[in-house]
Protein backbone atom coordinates (compact mmCIF):
# COMPACT_ATOMS: atom_id res chain seq x y z
CA UNK A 1 0.00 0.00 0.00
CA UNK A 2 2.43 2.43 1.05
CA UNK A 3 4.49 1.22 -2.69
CA UNK A 4 1.83 1.99 -4.48
CA UNK A 5 1.10 5.77 -2.47
CA UNK A 6 4.94 6.64 -3.17
CA UNK A 7 4.97 5.88 -6.79
CA UNK A 8 1.68 7.49 -7.45
CA UNK A 9 3.33 10.38 -5.69
CA UNK A 10 6.28 10.44 -7.93
CA UNK A 11 3.86 10.23 -11.15
CA UNK A 12 1.77 12.91 -9.60
CA UNK A 13 5.38 15.26 -9.20
CA UNK A 14 6.44 14.17 -12.87
CA UNK A 15 3.16 15.17 -14.55
CA UNK A 16 2.76 18.53 -12.39
CA UNK A 17 6.63 19.42 -13.87
CA UNK A 18 5.70 18.52 -17.20
CA UNK A 19 2.78 20.90 -16.93
CA UNK A 20 4.86 23.31 -15.51
CA UNK A 21 7.24 23.28 -17.78
CA UNK A 22 4.94 23.29 -20.68
CA UNK A 23 3.43 26.53 -18.76
CA UNK A 24 6.63 27.97 -18.52
CA UNK A 25 7.79 27.59 -22.17
CA UNK A 26 3.72 28.39 -23.30
CA UNK A 27 4.53 31.81 -21.13
CA UNK A 28 8.40 32.30 -23.09
CA UNK A 29 8.04 35.50 -24.73
CA UNK A 30 11.07 35.96 -27.36
CA UNK A 31 13.30 38.30 -28.94
CA UNK A 32 14.04 38.16 -32.80
CA UNK A 33 15.97 41.10 -34.57
CA UNK A 34 15.27 41.39 -38.08
CA UNK A 35 17.85 43.61 -40.30
CA UNK A 36 17.26 44.62 -43.69
CA UNK A 37 20.18 46.68 -45.55
CA UNK A 38 18.34 49.07 -47.63
CA UNK A 39 14.31 48.54 -47.15
CA UNK A 40 13.14 51.04 -45.05
CA UNK A 41 11.61 50.35 -41.82
CA UNK A 42 8.18 51.63 -42.54
CA UNK A 43 7.94 48.97 -45.69
CA UNK A 44 8.51 46.10 -42.57
CA UNK A 45 6.49 46.92 -39.89
CA UNK A 46 3.10 45.43 -39.09
CA UNK A 47 1.15 41.93 -38.89
CA UNK A 48 1.58 41.95 -42.93
CA UNK A 49 4.16 44.05 -43.84
CA UNK A 50 4.57 45.93 -47.68
CA UNK A 51 8.06 44.16 -48.20
CA UNK A 52 7.89 40.92 -49.57
CA UNK A 53 10.62 39.04 -47.80
CA UNK A 54 9.35 40.56 -44.56
CA UNK A 55 5.79 39.28 -44.92
CA UNK A 56 6.60 35.82 -45.72
CA UNK A 57 9.12 36.19 -42.67
CA UNK A 58 6.28 36.99 -40.45
CA UNK A 59 3.67 34.67 -41.86
CA UNK A 60 5.89 31.84 -41.52
CA UNK A 61 7.11 33.02 -38.05
CA UNK A 62 3.33 32.82 -37.14
CA UNK A 63 2.91 29.59 -38.97
CA UNK A 64 5.62 28.31 -36.50
CA UNK A 65 3.58 30.08 -33.50
CA UNK A 66 5.43 33.07 -32.95
CA UNK A 67 2.44 35.42 -32.56
CA UNK A 68 3.59 39.26 -32.03
CA UNK A 69 1.91 40.67 -28.63
CA UNK A 70 2.09 36.98 -27.36
CA UNK A 71 5.29 35.58 -27.67
CA UNK A 72 7.03 37.20 -29.72
CA UNK A 73 8.68 40.79 -30.04
CA UNK A 74 10.24 41.08 -33.40
CA UNK A 75 12.54 44.42 -33.57
CA UNK A 76 12.43 45.27 -37.07
CA UNK A 77 15.59 47.23 -38.04
CA UNK A 78 17.35 48.57 -41.67
CA UNK A 79 20.53 50.29 -42.66
CA UNK A 80 18.60 51.94 -45.18
CA UNK A 81 21.73 51.46 -47.43
CA UNK A 82 24.32 52.76 -45.06
CA UNK A 83 26.27 49.66 -44.14
CA UNK A 84 28.54 51.41 -41.73
CA UNK A 85 25.61 51.22 -39.50
CA UNK A 86 25.52 47.64 -39.24
CA UNK A 87 27.67 47.62 -36.56
CA UNK A 88 25.55 49.60 -34.09
CA UNK A 89 22.09 47.93 -35.53
CA UNK A 90 23.51 44.08 -33.89
CA UNK A 91 24.96 46.13 -31.18
CA UNK A 92 21.63 47.74 -30.08
CA UNK A 93 19.92 44.20 -30.46
CA UNK A 94 22.63 42.22 -28.27
CA UNK A 95 21.79 44.74 -25.92
CA UNK A 96 18.00 44.31 -26.23
CA UNK A 97 19.04 40.78 -25.29
CA UNK A 98 17.56 39.16 -28.88
CA UNK A 99 17.54 35.30 -28.74
CA UNK A 100 17.96 35.26 -32.18
CA UNK A 101 19.49 37.94 -35.35
CA UNK A 102 18.56 37.99 -38.55
CA UNK A 103 21.15 39.07 -40.95
CA UNK A 104 21.10 39.46 -45.43
CA UNK A 105 24.49 39.64 -46.87
CA UNK A 106 28.45 38.41 -46.32
CA UNK A 107 29.21 41.82 -45.06
CA UNK A 108 26.15 42.03 -42.30
CA UNK A 109 27.00 38.45 -41.16
CA UNK A 110 30.38 39.64 -41.07
CA UNK A 111 29.65 42.87 -38.85
CA UNK A 112 27.31 40.56 -36.87
CA UNK A 113 30.26 38.12 -35.71
CA UNK A 114 32.48 40.69 -34.69
CA UNK A 115 29.70 42.39 -32.42
CA UNK A 116 28.89 39.23 -30.68
CA UNK A 117 30.06 35.58 -30.70
CA UNK A 118 26.93 34.29 -28.53
CA UNK A 119 23.51 35.93 -30.04
CA UNK A 120 22.66 33.20 -32.75
CA UNK A 121 22.69 34.36 -36.10
CA UNK A 122 20.71 33.40 -38.89
CA UNK A 123 21.72 34.77 -42.55
CA UNK A 124 18.65 34.71 -44.25
CA UNK A 125 20.38 35.57 -47.89
CA UNK A 126 24.47 35.08 -48.05
CA UNK A 127 26.79 34.97 -50.70
CA UNK A 128 29.66 32.83 -50.14
CA UNK A 129 29.87 33.14 -45.78
CA UNK A 130 32.45 30.56 -46.18
CA UNK A 131 34.50 32.77 -48.54
CA UNK A 132 33.74 35.80 -46.45
CA UNK A 133 34.97 34.06 -42.56
CA UNK A 134 31.68 34.12 -42.01
CA UNK A 135 31.11 30.12 -41.43
CA UNK A 136 33.90 27.70 -41.09
CA UNK A 137 31.99 25.53 -43.84
CA UNK A 138 28.34 24.67 -45.07
CA UNK A 139 27.88 21.30 -43.54
CA UNK A 140 29.45 22.58 -40.76
CA UNK A 141 29.11 26.28 -39.47
CA UNK A 142 30.90 26.18 -36.04
CA UNK A 143 30.44 29.23 -33.83
CA UNK A 144 27.29 31.18 -33.92
CA UNK A 145 26.14 31.33 -37.57
CA UNK A 146 24.09 29.41 -39.66
CA UNK A 147 21.17 29.92 -41.93
CA UNK A 148 20.93 30.67 -46.18
CA UNK A 149 23.67 31.26 -48.93
CA UNK A 150 22.41 32.13 -52.48
CA UNK A 151 25.73 30.85 -53.56
CA UNK A 152 25.95 28.13 -55.99
CA UNK A 153 28.54 29.67 -58.13
CA UNK A 154 29.68 32.91 -60.20
CA UNK A 155 27.72 30.70 -63.03
CA UNK A 156 24.47 31.76 -62.71
CA UNK A 157 25.06 35.22 -63.23
CA UNK A 158 26.31 33.68 -66.68
CA UNK A 159 23.16 31.73 -67.31
CA UNK A 160 20.62 34.84 -66.40
CA UNK A 161 22.42 36.51 -69.53
CA UNK A 162 22.43 33.47 -71.56
CA UNK A 163 18.78 33.45 -70.66
CA UNK A 164 18.27 37.37 -71.57
CA UNK A 165 20.19 36.36 -75.05
CA UNK A 166 17.75 33.70 -75.60
CA UNK A 167 15.19 36.36 -75.39
CA UNK A 168 16.58 38.97 -77.16
CA UNK A 169 17.96 37.21 -80.17
CA UNK A 170 19.70 40.12 -82.19
CA UNK A 171 20.72 42.01 -78.60
CA UNK A 172 24.19 43.26 -78.55
CA UNK A 173 25.16 46.21 -75.90
CA UNK A 174 23.70 45.04 -72.34
CA UNK A 175 24.64 47.90 -69.78
CA UNK A 176 25.31 46.00 -66.52
CA UNK A 177 23.81 47.41 -63.52
CA UNK A 178 25.21 47.08 -60.19
CA UNK A 179 26.31 47.97 -56.66
CA UNK A 180 28.92 50.15 -56.19
CA UNK A 181 28.88 49.96 -52.19
CA UNK A 182 29.54 45.67 -52.54
CA UNK A 183 32.44 46.21 -56.03
CA UNK A 184 30.04 43.56 -58.01
CA UNK A 185 31.90 44.28 -60.92
CA UNK A 186 35.29 43.02 -59.66
CA UNK A 187 33.51 40.02 -57.74
CA UNK A 188 33.46 36.71 -59.06
CA UNK A 189 30.56 36.80 -60.56
CA UNK A 190 31.30 39.90 -62.66
CA UNK A 191 34.68 38.16 -63.83
CA UNK A 192 32.42 35.03 -64.97
CA UNK A 193 29.81 37.46 -66.68
CA UNK A 194 32.16 39.16 -68.63
CA UNK A 195 33.60 35.89 -69.90
CA UNK A 196 29.93 34.77 -70.30
CA UNK A 197 29.75 37.78 -72.55
CA UNK A 198 32.14 37.56 -74.40
CA UNK A 199 31.70 33.95 -75.44
CA UNK A 200 27.93 35.14 -76.47
CA UNK A 201 29.02 37.81 -78.33
CA UNK A 202 27.19 40.68 -76.62
CA UNK A 203 28.94 44.41 -74.91
CA UNK A 204 28.61 45.08 -71.55
CA UNK A 205 28.02 48.30 -70.70
CA UNK A 206 28.87 48.67 -66.53
CA UNK A 207 26.93 51.49 -64.79
CA UNK A 208 27.26 51.32 -60.79
CA UNK A 209 25.07 53.14 -58.39
CA UNK A 210 24.93 53.68 -54.52
CA UNK A 211 21.92 52.77 -52.59
CA UNK A 212 18.80 54.71 -52.81
CA UNK A 213 20.58 57.34 -55.53
CA UNK A 214 20.04 56.64 -59.26
CA UNK A 215 19.95 59.63 -60.96
CA UNK A 216 23.36 59.98 -62.53
CA UNK A 217 22.93 55.93 -63.29
CA UNK A 218 19.51 56.33 -64.82
CA UNK A 219 21.67 59.13 -66.92
CA UNK A 220 24.39 57.11 -68.06
CA UNK A 221 22.27 54.01 -69.21
CA UNK A 222 20.26 56.79 -71.17
CA UNK A 223 23.46 57.82 -73.54
CA UNK A 224 24.44 54.61 -73.39
CA UNK A 225 22.05 53.21 -76.00
CA UNK A 226 21.34 49.71 -74.99
CA UNK A 227 19.40 46.79 -76.35
CA UNK A 228 18.91 46.08 -73.02
CA UNK A 229 19.03 46.18 -68.99
CA UNK A 230 20.99 43.37 -66.59
CA UNK A 231 20.28 44.47 -63.04
CA UNK A 232 22.36 42.03 -60.03
CA UNK A 233 21.31 40.54 -57.64
CA UNK A 234 22.61 43.56 -54.77
CA UNK A 235 19.87 44.18 -52.02
CA UNK A 236 19.56 48.51 -52.98
CA UNK A 237 18.31 46.28 -56.13
CA UNK A 238 15.80 44.53 -54.46
CA UNK A 239 15.06 47.71 -51.96
CA UNK A 240 14.24 49.83 -55.03
CA UNK A 241 12.95 47.30 -57.65
CA UNK A 242 10.38 49.73 -58.38
CA UNK A 243 11.88 52.61 -59.01
CA UNK A 244 14.18 50.44 -61.27
CA UNK A 245 11.71 48.89 -62.82
CA UNK A 246 9.66 52.41 -63.87
CA UNK A 247 12.69 53.62 -65.10
CA UNK A 248 12.88 50.28 -67.67
CA UNK A 249 9.59 51.15 -68.87
CA UNK A 250 10.33 54.73 -69.98
CA UNK A 251 13.28 54.19 -71.51
CA UNK A 252 11.83 51.09 -72.91
CA UNK A 253 14.33 48.76 -71.61
CA UNK A 254 14.06 44.32 -72.13
CA UNK A 255 15.33 44.05 -68.35
CA UNK A 256 16.44 41.01 -66.79
CA UNK A 257 16.62 40.91 -62.44
CA UNK A 258 17.80 37.95 -60.16
CA UNK A 259 14.33 38.33 -58.55
CA UNK A 260 10.54 37.81 -59.75
CA UNK A 261 9.04 40.74 -57.33
CA UNK A 262 10.61 42.86 -60.26
CA UNK A 263 9.12 40.92 -62.77
CA UNK A 264 5.58 41.27 -61.21
CA UNK A 265 6.06 45.16 -61.13
CA UNK A 266 6.50 44.89 -64.90
CA UNK A 267 10.59 43.81 -65.80
CA UNK A 268 10.77 41.85 -68.41
CA UNK A 269 12.25 38.29 -66.52
CA UNK A 270 14.24 37.32 -63.63
CA UNK A 271 16.67 33.93 -63.39
CA UNK A 272 17.31 33.19 -59.70
CA UNK A 273 15.89 31.90 -56.46
CA UNK A 274 12.17 32.68 -54.74
CA UNK A 275 13.18 35.26 -52.21
CA UNK A 276 9.75 34.42 -50.37
CA UNK A 277 11.13 30.65 -50.25
CA UNK A 278 14.16 31.92 -48.94
CA UNK A 279 12.65 33.87 -45.99
CA UNK A 280 10.43 30.95 -45.10
CA UNK A 281 13.19 28.57 -44.51
CA UNK A 282 15.04 31.35 -42.52
CA UNK A 283 12.10 31.35 -40.28
CA UNK A 284 12.26 27.73 -39.80
CA UNK A 285 15.81 28.52 -38.81
CA UNK A 286 15.03 30.37 -36.45
CA UNK A 287 12.44 28.27 -34.63
CA UNK A 288 15.08 25.27 -34.71
CA UNK A 289 16.82 27.51 -32.44
CA UNK A 290 14.58 28.89 -30.43
CA UNK A 291 13.96 25.39 -29.34
CA UNK A 292 17.49 25.11 -28.04
CA UNK A 293 19.30 23.93 -31.63
CA UNK A 294 22.93 25.24 -31.83
CA UNK A 295 23.49 27.34 -34.83
CA UNK A 296 27.14 25.71 -35.00
CA UNK A 297 25.43 22.35 -35.62
CA UNK A 298 22.82 23.65 -38.25
CA UNK A 299 24.36 23.02 -41.71
CA UNK A 300 24.31 26.39 -43.89
CA UNK A 301 21.32 25.37 -46.90
CA UNK A 302 22.40 26.25 -50.73
CA UNK A 303 19.12 26.86 -53.09
CA UNK A 304 17.93 23.94 -55.00
CA UNK A 305 15.34 25.33 -57.19
CA UNK A 306 15.73 28.72 -59.89
CA UNK A 307 13.08 30.03 -61.38
CA UNK A 308 12.74 31.43 -64.62
CA UNK A 309 9.39 34.10 -64.54
CA UNK A 310 8.88 36.18 -68.07
CA UNK A 311 6.21 39.24 -67.95
CA UNK A 312 4.48 38.98 -71.52
CA UNK A 313 2.26 41.82 -71.05
CA UNK A 314 5.51 43.86 -71.08
CA UNK A 315 7.24 42.39 -73.62
CA UNK A 316 4.09 42.85 -75.94
CA UNK A 317 4.27 46.30 -74.80
CA UNK A 318 8.09 46.31 -75.93
CA UNK A 319 7.22 44.72 -79.21
CA UNK A 320 9.20 41.57 -78.21
CA UNK A 321 8.44 38.54 -79.45
CA UNK A 322 9.60 36.15 -76.96
CA UNK A 323 10.69 32.44 -78.46
CA UNK A 324 7.92 29.85 -77.67
CA UNK A 325 10.97 27.74 -76.31
CA UNK A 326 12.28 29.74 -74.19
CA UNK A 327 8.50 30.74 -72.58
CA UNK A 328 8.10 26.63 -72.63
CA UNK A 329 10.93 26.49 -70.25
CA UNK A 330 9.41 29.27 -68.00
CA UNK A 331 8.33 28.49 -64.40
CA UNK A 332 5.71 31.04 -64.47
CA UNK A 333 4.41 33.33 -67.48
CA UNK A 334 2.90 36.77 -66.41
CA UNK A 335 -0.05 37.73 -68.76
CA UNK A 336 -1.92 40.22 -67.42
Known sequence: MH??????????????????AKAQQAGKVYRVGLIFTTSPVSEMAGPEPVNPAARVFVRSLR??????????????RSAEGRYERFGDIVAELVRLKAD??????????????????????????????????????????????????????????AK????????????????????????????????????????????????????????????????????????TEAA?????????????????????????????LGGLMSYGVNFADVYRRAAGYVDKILKGANPGDLPVEQPTKFELVINLKTAKALGITVPQSLLLRADEVIQA
Not at 3 to 8: D, K, M, Q, S, T
Not at 63 to 69: A, D, K, N, P
Not at 236 to 260: E, Q
Open 63 to 76: GLGYVEGQNLILER
Open 160 to 231: RLELLRDALPGVSRIVWFGSKEIKEWESPFGENLRRAARALGVTLLPVEYMPHQYTEAFTLISRARADALYV
Open 100 to 157: VIVTVGDSMARVAKAVTTTVPIVMAVSGDPVGAGVVRSLAQPGGNITGLTLFVGPEIA
Open 236 to 264: GAFADRALIVDFATRARLPSTFHFREAVE
Open 3 to 20: RRVFLFGIALGLATWSLA
